[in-house]
Each structure stands twice: as C-alpha cells, then as structure tokens.
C-alpha cells in the first residue's frame, strides 16, 4: 500500500515536486484543471475512491506531461512505487486512467541542470525503467484492464542507483475512434533508498 514513511513523502519536507516543460520550446506544463495539486501525490495516502480528480494528479487529454522530484540531496534509491486508480461505474473506458504509461529517468547532484531528457538524453540523465501496465497485464479490451494499479521499480534489493532527482516522463494512453488521449490518475508515489523500509 501506499506508504507515509518513505523518502518523498512531503510531511518529511525534504522533497519538492515541479512540473517540467514538456518539449524545447520551454512551453509552460500545466496540470489537467479537474487535477489535484502535484504535491497529493507525495501525501502518503492514495486515492480514498475509485473517481477523485482532486485527490490525483494528471495532465490534460492529449498532453505530453513531465514532472520532477528533488529529494534534496543524492540518495541510493532502492525502490519507487507509483499508485494509480480509476474506475466510472457509467464508461468502462475511464479505465484508461488507470493504465501507467510513463519513462524514469535519475540524475545525480550535479548532473541536473534544468534540462530534461526530452531534449537531451546525453545531459547527465539515466533512463532508470519504462512503464506501460497495459503491456504487462495484456490488456486486450477494458475489461482486462485493472482499475487499481501500483508499479513497483527495483533491482531485487539493491540500490537502483544514486540520485537526488527523479523525472517522470508521463504518455498518454491512446483512445479509440481519434478523441483524445488520457493521461494517468497518479495517486501516490514513493520512493525508498536501502536504508527505509
């Protein structure tokens, strides 16, 4: 489940969360407006329902989304978990906010220098794992598809490398019949060095 006592948890003040542009124009990256602010998903607690826009983070329909934690100093990151939930008892297709589709990348301390992989992969940035659950659960039509999801990135134990930031580099999953793609209910995500359970 999700956890209160990891190292991007934001009771512990140590960790900060900001959007990032999401291409080399610098254009501003805004969150969906139904979205909760970013920091619901550094609160320890997930989603209390399987519908809560503001108590998820997610971009607009369409949108290529990025977004950046500084755990504030570099740490040796054991484990990141991401959660994710939604289900509409109406559209079955709202699943598709379940679906985690996104690629992490870690920088070090003074790798980071406020550009993104996007734009240059070589900049100091390693790409840690891609993410689609859809892929891993052969999801073939919505009902296959899980409405409660959680991701759990590790190296069986051991640190996965050293890193103070963590960039998420969030893909909309695809719709059918051309309307616009849907991005991710995160509801939580946490990050473990070796030292925290």
């Given at each position: 489940?999700?956890?209160?006592?990891?190292?991007a948890?934001?009771?512990?003040?140590?960790?900060?969360?900001?959007?990032?542009?999401s291409?080399?124009?610098?254009?501003?990256?805004?969150?969906?407006?139904?979205?909760?602010?970013?920091?619901?998903?550094?609160?320890g607690?997930?989603?209390?329902?399987?519908?809560?826009?503001?108590?998820?983070?997610?971009?607009?329909?369409?949108?290529?989304?990025?977004?950046?934690?500084?755990?504030?100093r570099?740490?040796?990151?054991?484990?990141?978990h991401?959660?994710?939930?939604?289900?509409?008892?109406?559209?079955?297709?709202?699943?598709r906010?379940?679906?985690?589709?996104?690629?992490?990348?870690?920088?070090?301390?003074?790798?980071?220098?406020?550009?993104?992989?996007?734009?240059?992969?070589?900049?100091?940035?390693?790409?840690?794992?891609?993410?689609?659950?859809?892929?891993?659960?052969?999801?073939?039509?919505?009902?296959?598809?899980?409405?409660?999801?959680?991701?759990?990135?590790?190296?069986?134990?051991?640190?996965?490398?050293?890193?103070?930031?963590?960039?998420?580099?969030?893909?909309?999953?695809?719709?059918?019949?051309?309307?616009?793609?849907?991005?991710?209910?995160?509801?939580?995500?946490?990050?473990?060095?070796?030292?925290?359970?």
């Open positions: 489940p999700p956890s209160a006592g990891d190292l948890d934001r009771a512990r003040g140590e960790t900060e969360i900001r959007l990032i542009s291409d080399e124009r610098n254009r501003e990256n805004i969150p969906h407006q139904a979205s909760g602010s970013p920091a619901v998903i550094l609160d607690r997930g989603q209390s329902g399987n519908d809560r826009p503001e108590e998820s983070f997610f971009f607009p329909n369409g949108a290529t989304g990025m977004f950046l934690l500084d755990l504030g570099e740490v040796p990151v054991a484990k990141v991401t959660y994710s939930w939604h289900l509409s008892e109406v559209d079955v297709g709202k699943r906010r379940a679906v985690q589709r996104f690629t992490l990348w870690g920088a070090g301390e003074g790798d980071y220098s406020g550009r993104h992989p996007a734009v240059d992969p070589q900049h100091g940035w390693t790409r840690i794992a891609r993410v689609d659950t859809d892929a891993f659960f052969g999801v073939e039509d919505e009902p296959d598809r899980p409405a409660q999801q959680a991701c759990a990135i590790h190296s069986n134990g051991l640190a996965i490398g050293r890193f103070r930031y963590l960039l998420f580099q969030v893909i909309p999953t695809p719709m059918p019949d051309g309307l616009p793609s849907r991005h991710t209910f995160f509801g939580e995500i946490d990050v473990f060095s070796a030292s925290t359970p």
